[in-house]
């Protein structure tokens, strides 16, 4: 009877009241469309939790959309479409019931989920569109691509935090940190495309949203050298100040390896240059160890050269790259890094992020750190690595140097608020080589105390 009509239930959050399951009416009050090179957003602003159930329809394609002892409100308008949709359509269905019709592109992938309230907004029903024959992510770095080529550009994946319906934090005086966000991402991909041996590309270059994975997935398929997440900072207190920047967390890296060798799809994508899929469970674990740790370290090297240049332009939030559990840092062989450009709930910050020049002072900085890390460490294949190759020493040079007596510890001091741990972090070693280099006998530091840190 239905051919090839699908139809797809999708009972989520049904608002009951007493033993008699009654469900409360809900009012839809208005309707959103998001556009993306990659997907269509369509998000309804609901009174409440709703019961709902969407259908797969073809020839036409198109969606409908039942939204059970539901009427839209008197505010409620249909938008200009955009995207994967063609025509979009909304009524009353039977007695108590609405009815939305999406009118659609041909071969359309369908997502909904409903979202409880946050921050000024209440619930929220998302219906994402994608395209249903959309390509698998290439494969990312292999030696193929650095073997006796042409030397390329290094490439730096810069990501825009937020967008599209969600704004992020807001300012004072208004400012959305969607907005800042892509503006300094603008700002810096335009200086790093002005840099000899370096290109940027954007994760997003308008105002939409895109899931925090995809982020990731979008700079391992770009095969980037380095992904840089931007983002302004929001507290309780305005008087936070100061940018910071961001690794991911052990614990992190340790949750994002065990997702990645349970999800088969996942093995089967390249990591470092080498697929897991064929691998067995013991060997695939060392083998994404392997190249989580040399990312994590390189994510760590290029913070610090951040953080230095970042604190020229002003007093940064802490003195040491800062680790958290962030989604879009947890690609396995991608070294990346979250800036936080200031605190946007601070007005004097906000002032400055709003201010074009100082977002272009924000993004040179980011660049020097980022251009500093790849010097230092270049990626094989790459001008800044045939650049390496030319300064480097001849032979008997070499030996002097490999002569040159080992350099001491640097000597730290410990200031308030300062633990083993956040000291150990911010040196990128852990408390275990700090407590060893100095003899310590439990893990409490003193206000005022000298300690030697090892080479990392």
């Known amino acids: 009877m239905w051919g090839n009509r699908c139809r797809r239930w999708l009972a989520v959050c049904l608002a009951v009241s007493g033993a008699g399951g009654v469900v409360h009416a809900a009012e839809i009050k208005s309707l959103r469309v998001w556009a993306s090179p990659e997907s269509t957003r369509v998000v309804f602003d609901v009174s409440g939790p709703i019961d709902y159930k969407l259908l797969e329809l073809s020839k036409p394609d198109r969606l409908v959309l039942d939204l059970r002892a539901s009427q839209l409100g008197p505010g409620f308008s249909t938008p200009a479409v955009k995207g994967l949709l063609k025509s979009l359509r909304a009524g009353k ?4 019931d609405a009815r939305v019709v ?3 592109a041909d071969g359309v992938h369908p997502k909904s989920f409903l979202l409880p309230p946050a921050d000024k907004f209440g619930y929220r029903l998302v219906v994402d569109l994608y395209p249903a024959a959309a390509a698998k992510s290439a494969p990312v770095k292999s030696v193929a691509d650095i073997a006796n080529g042409k030397a390329r550009n290094v490439i730096v ?7 599209g319906d969600d ?8 400012t959305h940190e969607k907005n800042v966000t892509l503006a300094v991402a603008r700002e810096l991909k335009k200086a790093i495309d002005g840099s000899p041996g370096m290109s940027a590309v954007l994760t997003r270059d308008g105002d939409y949203f895109i899931p925090l994975e995809q982020r990731y997935l979008k700079a391992r398929k770009a095969k980037a050298d380095l992904f840089v997440s931007v983002h ?6 305005s008087d936070a100040r100061g940018s910071s920047v961001w690794v991911l967390s052990p614990r992190g890296a340790t949750n994002e390896a065990s997702r990645w060798l349970a999800d088969r799809e996942n093995r089967a994508d390249l990591v470092g240059g080498i697929s897991l899929d064929d691998k067995d469970d013991t060997l695939a674990k060392v083998l994404l160890d392997l190249s989580q740790g040399a990312t994590m370290g390189a994510s760590n090297a290029v913070a610090e050269q951040v953080l230095q240049a970042l604190k020229k332009l002003g007093p940064t939030h802490r003195n040491y790259v800062e680790r958290a559990n962030f989604v879009v840092l947890r690609s396995p062989d991608v070294p990346s890094i979250l800036v936080e450009t200031a605190f946007i709930t601070n007005p004097t910050e906000e002032s400055r992020l709003g ?5 272009e002072k924000l993004a040179d900085a980011i660049l020097v750190g980022v251009r500093d890390y790849f010097r230092a460490s270049p990626p094989p294949g790459t001008l800044f690595a045939q650049e390496s190759q030319r300064g480097k020493p001849g032979a008997s040079e070499t030996v002097v140097a490999a002569a040159a007596p080992a350099k001491k510890p640097a000597r730290y001091v410990v200031r308030r608020g300062e633990t083993l741990r956040t000291i150990a972090e911010s040196h990128g070693i852990t408390k275990a080589q700090l407590r ?7 893990e409490r530091v003193r206000v005022g105390e000298v ?5 990392s």
């Open 157 to 163: 994946a810069i990501d825009a935090g937020h967008g």
């Open 232 to 237: 302004a900072d929001a507290f309780t207190s």
């Open 451 to 455: 300690l030697e840190i090892p080479s």
């Open 436 to 442: 060893a280099a100095n003899a310590l006998a439990s």
């Open 93 to 96: 269905q039977g007695k108590d």
């Open 355 to 359: 201010d074009p020049r100082h977002r």
């Open 102 to 104: 999406f009118d659609l």
């Open 167 to 174: 704004p992020g934090a807001t300012g004072a005086s208004g």
